[in-house]
């Protein structure tokens, strides 16, 4: 980065400086300029790690002896430069004895050598040298404030450093570096109110010296009193005017205390830490923190190992634990289990229990029970946690050691012993929110809601007005569970319950995303124009990343249920659903904003995916969104862990993005490479119903390569699954029907509707009839789509759409002769035309065209396609309509809209739109 460009540039600088001494060896000046060059240089130098054995370079993955390859070259080259320097300042004091400046320069250099020289010894470096540097130095400049202040640096014994710092203030009144010296020992005294008056003398002194503002975040982390935002502030405000390593590992060490790790400035000072001083274990501690807080579990596991090793080579300490092995081991122990190796954590949690280092910890044995509950020892695992809830210090630790013994409780033995578990906590308990909720989760899955109430009122939370949406959300989802029935979920007393909420609490974006996900869930996507109104509200206001989420999640979900909803413009003249639902355009937009906040959360990454799928298909999978998903795809991959808390959530959406990459190479032609990217999934636990998914997406890939033998097998195998989704019963219909394979399909859908509503069942066999028709066109069997479309429209007479293909197919019919459908082609369109609350296209135009067929339907004719007319824009009438009414203009001396007077100009306007149409030129030689 930043620091490896100024290294080099200070490199080229030192080698250009150097070669100018030896023809100017009496120039004092060049010889301080190469001495601050270098001491520049050996303080920027970033340590880089090179695997010489294998060619690698980075972090990917953690080697047994990484550390110490490649950092005893970093460390000979900062300590040659840090000589180097020395030997500049020293030749520049020889010309130049009675500047007193080149003192503190060489007490400097000094102090740098000191540095790089003991990094492998235990020992303290020895200041005596520079100490007589910085006295001589005084003895001929005693009116020199920077001297009296490097003096106090300098110095080991606490009496003279505050005698030279108070002599430099003496000198100077405004000497901020003082000042702020100053205070830092004070506070390393504990002397808050006189540091505190020292750093307030120095930042009016100099308010961008980052020595006071790091003092003050350090003030204000001895202070009770002070919020621990008010320290990171400070703090972080400090690495921003002068990114000096000792700032920065306090910011990381207070982003942990104020729990913001996963903050960008964060991660770039632990970065930067790690690459100058890769010899300090808490540095490469707090950047596994940060990598684990950022979700990158890999590299959080990689930088832990790199601690321990750092720790065992260098030593040092970590400003988060009196025991720095253990804190590294434990942080490394609980990263590997949410990285699903479970048998790695409890290895490193048995040695520390061994080590008897797990008596007193509630987050290690919560960390170890964990462990052991994922390698199925789940009664060894309860007793580890039921200890944890003991040894824990304070409540947030009492309050989530017992939270996770509910949850292995609930799930070995059931809800009612969970709930036990939290009744007979202690009552200093009561107040927590998060105990709270889940007890009134539990209460709920068992159905026993006045229970729920009588915890509400024990816990004292009713009166927790911004609290109230997360409980009414959770009795929500309790409703919608009946009596624990897995399967029969109650999804109309939720509704109504959640109707309530939003209208109490009409800015909560909690609420309305649990409203969304029940109306999609229960209509399966067919109400998805009520779950849009949801998302839209002047009341709704984003306010942190956790709205943010929240929004872009019901924004996406409708836009997936809905194509109409997740369009980025309209297509069509007409609303293509019933109440007219709104355009999304502003739904990628959002869920980009969301990845901008938080570019290492996996699920802005996720949503976008699944936005640009529906912006593919909308625009037929133009190149650039394809190579933007297929980037996307393996940036989730590499971050997506192995497993997680919940495995099959993470399973889903593994399945969901290797889908979603397959159908874009399949749409740009490469069947092989699609047909790859869904065999990936076979090693995941899935249900039926996503193992459907699969197999269909592989029958399209070889479907698409030719391969009829594997595209059998794998319809076959769909078959044997079976779906609950209707849905996804479509495009193996289409498969069998371009292929000519039996239709066992169809008969298999019929069988699942059976277990589904009556108003449900209707609606699917109207849809599988108008999929039949369909199909049945594709193979040109007109007779038989007639009645599939016919049983559609009759299923469901409101559908206008559903009457215009039988009328369709009804004049198809008549045009081959079969008049008898004429009667059938007029009623159909007329109850379509009727049903329909908007113009719909074309049905005006061919009911015009039936009923100029009879012999006195020209006055008709006439008028159904001057209403086609009237309903179609001027930028997007279709080149029939002109060829139409160039026909009416033909038949009837009436003047025509707009300024086309005669049938020849609109048979010409015909042309210019579709010139492929030999009946246009046809009828363009007979006028």
Not at 311 to 319: E, I, T
Not at 323 to 340: E, M, Q, T, W, Y
Not at 518 to 531: D, F, M, R, T, Y
Request: with cysteine; net charge neutral; charged share 20%.
């Amino acid at each position: 980065g930043a620091f490896g460009w100024g290294a080099s540039l200070l490199k080229e600088a030192s080698e250009l400086v150097s070669s100018n001494t030896e023809y100017h060896h009496q120039n004092a000046s060049l010889w301080k300029l190469l001495g601050d060059i270098e001491v520049m240089y050996a303080r920027c130098l970033p340590w880089k790690y090179i695997d010489e054995v294998e060619g690698r370079t980075g972090f990917e993955e953690w080697v047994p002896g990484m550390l110490s390859r490649s950092f005893d070259l970093w460390k000979k080259q900062c300590f040659l430069a840090a000589k180097n320097a020395k030997y500049a300042y020293q030749q520049a004091l020889h010309l130049r004895p009675s500047q007193g400046n080149l003192y503190g320069d060489l007490c400097q250099a000094l102090e740098l050598v000191s540095y790089f020289d003991e990094i492998n010894s235990c020992c303290l470096p020895v200041w005596s040298a520079t100490e007589t540097i910085a006295c001589c130095g005084l003895r001929l400049e005693g009116s020199n404030a920077n001297l009296w202040t490097t003096l106090g640096v300098m110095a080991r014994h606490k009496g003279l450093r505050q005698h030279a710092l108070i002599q430099a203030l003496h000198l100077d009144g405004n000497h901020a570096i003082a000042w702020a010296h100053l205070g830092q020992l004070y506070l390393k005294e504990g002397h808050e109110e006189l540091a505190k008056e020292a750093f307030d003398r120095a930042r009016i002194a100099d308010p961008s010296l980052a020595l006071t503002w790091a003092g003050m975040s350090l003030l204000y982390s001895f202070n009770k009193s002070a919020a621990s935002s008010e320290a990171f502030a400070s703090c972080l405000y400090a690495v921003q005017l002068s990114p000096i390593v000792e700032f920065q590992l306090g910011l990381a060490k207070h982003a942990a205390d104020a729990q913001r790790l996963d903050s960008p400035q964060v991660y770039a000072a632990t970065e930067h830490i790690t690459l100058r001083a890769p010899h300090r274990p808490e540095a490469h501690n707090f950047r596994g923190l940060v990598c684990e807080a950022r979700g990158n579990l890999q590299s959080a596991i990689t930088f832990f190992h790199l601690a321990l090793e750092a720790l065992c080579l260098y030593g040092g300490s970590n400003p988060c634990s009196s025991d720095p092995s253990f804190a590294i081991r434990s942080n490394l122990a609980r990263v590997l289990c949410k990285d699903g190796k479970a048998q790695e954590a409890a290895t490193q949690y048995k040695k520390l229990a061994a080590e008897g280092k797990l008596e007193k910890d509630s987050s290690g044995l919560r960390g170890y029970g964990v462990a052991l509950w994922k390698l199925g020892e789940n009664k060894l695992a309860i007793n580890l946690v039921k200890r944890a809830v003991e040894a824990a210090e304070n409540l947030g630790a009492t309050s989530a050691a017992l939270r996770l013994l509910c949850t292995f409780v609930y799930l070995s033995s059931g809800p009612i012993s969970a709930a036990s578990e939290i009744w007979n906590a202690p009552k200093s308990l009561q107040s927590d929110v998060q105990l709270t909720l889940m007890s009134c989760a539990l209460a709920s899955i068992s159905g026993n809601y006045e229970l729920v109430v009588s915890l509400l009122s024990s816990f004292g939370v009713l009166c927790m007005h911004e609290r109230a949406p997360e409980f009414l959300v959770l009795f929500a989802t309790g409703k919608q569970i009946s009596h624990g029935v897995i399967g029969k979920l109650d999804y109309g007393r939720s509704r109504q319950l959640l109707q309530k909420a939003l209208h109490i609490y009409p800015q909560s974006l909690l609420v309305r995303r649990k409203l969304v996900q029940i109306l999609l869930e229960e209509s399966s996507g067919w109400e998805a124009n009520l779950a849009a109104r949801c998302c839209i509200s002047d009341s709704v206001k984003v306010i942190g990343l956790q709205d943010q989420g929240l929004l872009c999640d019901m924004l996406i979900s409708v836009a997936i249920a809905c194509k109409a909803c997740g369009g980025m413009k309209p297509h069509f003249t007409f609303p293509t659903c019933s109440d007219g639902s709104k355009y999304f355009r502003s739904t990628l937009h959002e869920v980009q904003r969301w990845l901008h906040l938080e570019p290492w959360n996996v699920m802005p990454h996720y949503y976008l995916v699944l936005g640009l799928m529906q912006q593919a298909r909308e625009n037929r999978f133009p190149s650039h969104i394809c190579q933007s998903v297929h980037r996307l795809v393996s940036t989730i991959m590499c971050r997506l862990p192995s497993s997680s808390v919940d495995g099959r959530s993470s399973d889903y959406m593994h399945l969901q993005l290797m889908l979603c990459s397959s159908e874009v190479s399949l749409q740009t032609g490469d069947n092989i490479l699609a047909a790859e990217k869904v065999n990936t999934v076979a090693t995941l636990e899935l249900p039926k119903e996503c193992q459907f998914l699969a197999h269909l997406q592989l029958a399209r890939c070889h479907a698409a390569g030719g391969r009829h033998d594997s595209m059998k097998a794998e319809i076959q195998m769909c078959q044997q699954i079976s779906t609950i989704d209707t849905f996804n019963w479509f495009p193996v219909l289409d498969l069998e029907v371009q292929f000519g394979l039996p239709e066992r399909s169809f008969s298999l859908a019929n069988t699942e509707l059976e277990e589904k509503p009556s108003n449900e069942q209707r609606l699917w066999k109207a849809l599988l009839d108008y999929k039949r028709a369909e199909n049945f066109l594709w193979v040109q069997d007109i007779l038989s789509a007639e009645k599939a479309a016919a049983n559609a429209s009759s299923l469901l007479p409101d559908v206008a759409a559903l009457h215009l293909l039988h009328g369709a197919i009804c004049m198809e019919l008549v045009k081959r002769g079969s008049t008898k459908y004429l009667s059938s082609a007029i009623h159909s369109m007329s109850r379509g035309n009727s049903a329909s609350k908007n113009a719909m296209p074309f049905i005006h135009l061919l009911l015009g065209q039936a009923e100029a067929s009879k012999p006195s339907g020209l006055s008709k004719w006439q008028k159904h396609l001057r209403t086609e007319w009237s309903t179609w824009p001027p930028d997007m009438k279709p080149a029939e309509l002109f060829f139409q009414m160039g026909l009416l203009s033909k038949q009837s001396n009436s003047a025509a809209p707009e300024s086309f007077q005669n049938a020849s100009s609109w048979i010409k306007r015909s042309i210019h739109l579709n010139p492929s149409c030999l009946r246009y030129w046809m009828m363009l030689q007979k006028i």
